[in-house]
Every structure is written in structure tokens, then in C-alpha cells.
């Protein structure tokens, strides 16, 4: 049994941060930062098992969309064969990459055992195919190699895995919802790196004890009795599952007013943000949060929240300047928004 997501105590800018990149997984994925023992993990595994069962080609090691014209090599040889492509129902579910990982166990590689046996090539699919259509969880990302986050940056941005192997060329899906963490005492990410990632924020400990308490009293009820406490918080875990589902299906239909796109642009240009992901990822984090609150356009306090995830990681700073006055710097340019 999985701690439901609902029942998580606090933490809600980084409850929330999880939602939105499933309303819109195009954001780009979500940094935590902050200490350990916080619900990262928790939170990761929980959101995965409150949502839907996800449509797969049966037996495609890559979990292919049928709906979609972004088919592995191996589906795509199935349908030039004229084989129709069954379908079934899978669970998403969360897939860790070691620290320790190599490039080869990231992308994919030849299969030798299988080369040698039969004498043909044949791909081995990596953690990249295992992610697909799932959630990617990175812990302690700052420790990881830089080439690796590479890898994973660049297909969470492409959402395709393209594979050149010993004779071998491979392309298959690479879709998901990439979650990473990282204790900044432990050495910080390139500022290159962090601009990758969509949305960010920042965990700590509950300090209120009254809160505190209530952790400690579902946590024992939940390991006493994982499937009664379960069913307890049901209804809010399916409450939250229609929300997000309804979310997803009215993305689209949510308008942009013009004068929020000058605000965006507006705030971006003041701070002096590099380059503009960061005003794409507030537009499509605004646009999420708007249909998650039932809106049907974006409006001013949508942008304001979707800034505060979208900027805390692409602030710059001066030589020897602290990041709190950027950060006091953005507070009263969304004050005045």
C-alpha cells in the first residue's frame, strides 16, 4: 500500500508543483530542493498511484500511446507488417536513477547476450524507456554527473530517445514527468542545468507542532492499518484524481488575455531572465493552474503563482550579492503585477 497523496501533511507548493506538470507534462518537469526526510519521495509515489490507469501497446517494452504518431522502432515495424496493435492498461508508476548510472544504462544499449546467441542485433532499453509515460525521479540530481543530466534534460525537452549503438539505430518515446532533488548544501547545479528544469521549489521541515503531531498520527494509523486509513481518505484521493483528469482535458480551451502576456513578459524582462523558457513555462504553468482552479482563462493571480515556481531557480545575481534580493526584487514586481 501507497501513503495517499492526500493525506500528505503540508508541503503544498511542492504538492502542487507535482500536479501541474501532470495537467501539462510539457512544463518541463519539477526541482526540489531542501532538506531530506520532507515527503519528496513520498509525494512522488503517491500522485503516481492516485492517477489513472494509462492506455499502452500491449507488450511494447515502451509503453507506446496507441493514439500517437510517436511509436518506438518496434511498433512502427509492426504496423509496416500490417500487425494491428493491441492495446492494455497500466498503472504509471515511478522510476529511479541511480547515482552510480552510466550513459549506456540511461539511453539504452546492444543487447550482447542476445547478439551472440542469435546472431542479430537487438536493443536493450534503459531507464529512459522504463520512464516513459511515467514519473523520472532523480534524487540528489546536483551529485549526478553533468553529461547524464544532460541526457535526461535533453529527452525530457525532445520527449524522444534517439539511440546509435554498434550498428545499431534506435528511436523510442521518452515522455515523462521529470522529479529531481537536491540539499544545495551539497553543491549547487549549473545555472545551465537549472534552466532546464521547469518549476522549482523549496521543502523544509514543518516547524508547527500541532502539524507535526498530525504527521505523526497518520503515519502510525497508515502502518497500523495501510488499507483501512487508505480507504478512509478515498474520496478525496478521487475527488483530486477527477480534478486533475477534468484539468487535463480543458488545457487547451483556456484562454490567454493579451495583458497577461505583457505582464509575463513584463516581469521577465525586469528581473533580466536569460533567454525565454522562463517566460514559456509561466504562460503553460498559469494556463495548468487556471484549469485546475476551474477557470477558463488565466488570469493575474495565476501568473503571480506560476512566476514564484517558474523564476526562484533562474534568478541571477551579482558577484558577492545574495539571492534574497533578487528574490525581495520579484516579490514587488508581482506585487505591482
Same mark, same amino acid.
Given at each position: 500500500?501507497?501513503f495517499? &497523496?492526500t493525506?500528505?501533511?503540508?508541503q ?6 507535482l500536479i501541474?506538470n501532470?495537467i501539462?507534462?510539457?512544463?518541463g518537469g519539477?526541482?526540489i530542493?531542501?532538506?531530506?526526510g *520532507?515527503?519528496k519521495?513520498t509525494a512522488v509515489?503517491a500522485?503516481?498511484e492516485?492517477?489513472?490507469e494509462i ?5 511494447c517494452r515502451f509503453?507506446?500511446?496507441? $493514439? $500517437?504518431?510517436g511509436?518506438c522502432?518496434d ?5 509496416? %507488417?500490417g500487425?494491428?496493435l493491441? *492495446?492494455e ?6 522510476v529511479e536513477l ?6 549506456d @544504462? ?5 543487447d550482447?547476450? =542476445?547478439? /551472440?546467441? =542469435?546472431g542479430?542485433k ?10 516513459n509515460r +511515467?514519473?523520472?525521479?532523480?534524487d540528489?540530481?546536483n551529485?549526478l554527473e553533468?553529461h547524464?543530466v544532460?541526457?535526461?534534460?535533453d529527452?525530457?525537452?525532445m520527449?524522444? +530517445? ?6 545499431v539505430s ?10 529531481g532533488?537536491? +540539499?544545495?548544501?551539497e553543491?549547487e547545479l549549473r545555472?545551465?542545468l ?8 523549496k ?5 508547527d507542532k500541532?502539524? @507535526? ?5 497518520r503515519r ?5 492499518d495501510?488499507?483501512?486509513f487508505?480507504?478512509?481518505w478515498?474520496?478525496q %484521493?478521487?475527488?483530486?484524481?477527477r ?7 480543458r488545457? $487547451?480551451?483556456i484562454?490567454v488575455p493579451d495583458?497577461v502576456?505583457?505582464k509575463?513578459v513584463?516581469?521577465t524582462?525586469?528581473?533580466?531572465v536569460?533567454g ?5 513555462? /509561466?504562460?503553460?504553468a ?5 484549469? &485546475?482552479r476551474g477557470?477558463?482563462e488565466?488570469g493575474v493571480?495565476e501568473?503571480?503563482?506560476a512566476?514564484?515556481f517558474s523564476?526562484?531557480h533562474?534568478?541571477k545575481r551579482l ?17 505591482k503585477?
Amino acid at each position: 500500500m501507497i501513503f495517499p &497523496f492526500t493525506a500528505i501533511v503540508g508541503q503544498e507548493d511542492m504538492k502542487l508543483g507535482l500536479i501541474l506538470n501532470v495537467i501539462d507534462p510539457t512544463i518541463g518537469g519539477l526541482l526540489i530542493t531542501g532538506e531530506k526526510g *520532507t515527503g519528496k519521495s513520498t509525494a512522488v509515489r503517491a500522485l503516481a498511484e492516485l492517477l489513472p490507469e494509462i492506455e499502452v501497446v500491449k507488450g511494447c517494452r515502451f509503453n507506446c500511446d496507441p $493514439s $500517437s504518431d510517436g511509436l518506438c522502432t518496434d511498433c512502427q515495424k509492426r504496423i509496416e %507488417q500490417g500487425e494491428a496493435l493491441d *492495446t492494455e492498461r497500466k498503472k504509471m508508476r515511478v522510476v529511479e536513477l541511480p547515482l552510480g548510472a552510466t550513459e549506456d @544504462r540511461v539511453v539504452g544499449t546492444l543487447d550482447v547476450e =542476445h547478439a /551472440i546467441k =542469435h546472431g542479430e542485433k537487438r536493443f536493450e532499453p534503459g531507464i529512459l524507456a522504463d520512464a516513459n509515460r +511515467n514519473f523520472l525521479y532523480v534524487d540528489e540530481v546536483n551529485l549526478l554527473e553533468d553529461h547524464i543530466v544532460d541526457l535526461l534534460l535533453d529527452a525530457a525537452a525532445m520527449g524522444v +530517445n534517439y539511440v546509435e549503438r554498434e550498428g545499431v539505430s534506435f528511436v523510442h518515446p521518452a515522455r515523462f514527468i521529470l522529479v529531481g532533488t537536491m +540539499n544545495p548544501e551539497e553543491g549547487e547545479l549549473r545555472p545551465q542545468l537549472l534552466d532546464r528544469f521547469g518549476l522549482s521549489v523549496k521543502v523544509q521541515s514543518i516547524k508547527d507542532k500541532a502539524l @507535526r503531531a498530525e504527521i505523526l498520527k497518520r503515519r502510525e494509523e497508515f502502518d497500523l492499518d495501510p488499507e483501512g486509513f487508505s480507504k478512509r481518505w478515498q474520496p478525496q %484521493q478521487e475527488e483530486l484524481s477527477r480534478r486533475i483528469m477534468e484539468a487535463k482535458g480543458r488545457l $487547451s480551451a483556456i484562454k490567454v488575455p493579451d495583458e497577461v502576456l505583457e505582464k509575463i513578459v513584463t516581469l521577465t524582462s525586469q528581473l533580466n531572465v536569460d533567454g525565454h523558457r522562463a517566460d514559456i513555462v /509561466i504562460l503553460k504553468a498559469a494556463r495548468a493552474l487556471s484549469a &485546475f482552479r476551474g477557470k477558463e482563462e488565466v488570469g493575474v493571480e495565476e501568473v503571480r503563482d506560476a512566476a514564484r515556481f517558474s523564476l526562484g531557480h533562474r534568478l541571477k545575481r551579482l558577484p558577492f550579492e545574495e539571492i534574497g534580493a533578487e528574490r525581495e526584487k520579484m516579490e514587488e514586481l508581482l506585487s505591482k503585477l
